[in-house]
T-cell receptor, first 116, second 113 residues
C-alpha cells in the first residue's frame, strides 16, 4: 500500500543549483499535482497534470518545470534554485471524475527542501 | 479570484472540549469541499468531503462538517476532542473539473491533556 511516494524526503541546495523532485503513485490515478506548503499560507498549487501527457500551471509556477513521464510518475524540477523556494513540497494524485465528482486527492509524505 | 478563509490560525483547548473550525470560500458556482488533517511530521489525510446531497457530512475520527450554501461556509466540528487530535487542519475547495485544490491557510489545533 505505497500510495504516493516522494523522493527525496530532505534536500539542501545552494542557490543556483538544479534539482528534480520525484513522485510516483501506484493507484492508477489519472491526475497528479505538485503543491508547496509554507507557514501561514496553506498549500499552493504549482503545477498539475490532468492526464498522462498533459501538464498545466497552477497558482505559483514560476521557477519550476514538470514532467509527466507516464501515468505513474510526475516530477518537479527547479532549474536554478532560489532561497524563496525553500519549502515543503507535496505531490498528490486523484482519480479524476467528471465535473462535480472529483475524487479526493491522496498526498505523499513531502520533500523538505532548503535553499541556502 | 477564488479564496478560502479559515478564521482561526491557532486553537488551544482541553481534552473533551468541543471543537469548531470555521471555513468560508468565495465562489458563486458549484463547489466540492474538503477538510484535510496533517499530524505532526506527516502528510495530509482526508477527514471528510462534500460533493452534493446532505449538507451535513460525517468523516473519520468523529469529525463532521456542515455545508451552508447561503453563507459560503463549510465548518468542521467535533463534539469531544482527544489529545491525538493535535494537528493542523486545512479546508480546501475545488471549483473546476480538473480537481485543483484551493487551500485555506490552515488552523493549528493543540489539545492539552
Amino acid at each position: 500500500n505505497a500510495g504516493v511516494t516522494q523522493t527525496p524526503k530532505f534536500q539542501v541546495l545552494k542557490t543556483g543549483q538544479s534539482m528534480t523532485l520525484q513522485c510516483a503513485q501506484d493507484m492508477n490515478h489519472n491526475s497528479m499535482y505538485w503543491y508547496r506548503q509554507d507557514p501561514g499560507m496553506g498549500l499552493r498549487l504549482i503545477y498539475y497534470s490532468a492526464s498522462e501527457g498533459t501538464t498545466d500551471k497552477g497558482e505559483v509556477p514560476n521557477g519550476y518545470n514538470v514532467s509527466r513521464l507516464n501515468k505513474r510518475e510526475f516530477s518537479l524540477r527547479l532549474e536554478s534554485a532560489a532561497p524563496s523556494q525553500t519549502s515543503v513540497y507535496f505531490c498528490a494524485s486523484a482519480q479524476k471524475g467528471g465535473r462535480n465528482s472529483n475524487q479526493p486527492q491522496h498526498f505523499g509524505d513531502g520533500t523538505r527542501l532548503s535553499i541556502l | 479570484a477564488q479564496s478560502v478563509s479559515q478564521h482561526n490560525h491557532h486553537v488551544i483547548l482541553s481534552e473533551a472540549a468541543s471543537l469548531e473550525l470555521g471555513c468560508n470560500y468565495s465562489y458563486g458556482g458549484t463547489v466540492n469541499l474538503f477538510w484535510y488533517v496533517q499530524y505532526p511530521g506527516q502528510h495530509l489525510q482526508l477527514l471528510l468531503k462534500y460533493f452534493s446531497g446532505d449538507p451535513l457530512v460525517k468523516g473519520i475520527k468523529g469529525f463532521e462538517a456542515e455545508f451552508i450554501k447561503s453563507k459560503f461556509s463549510f465548518n468542521l466540528r467535533k463534539p469531544s476532542v482527544q489529545w491525538s487530535d493535535t494537528a493542523e487542519y486545512f479546508c480546501a475547495v475545488t471549483t473546476d473539473s480538473w480537481g485543483k485544490l484551493q487551500f485555506g491557510a490552515g488552523t493549528q489545533v493543540v489539545v492539552t491533556p
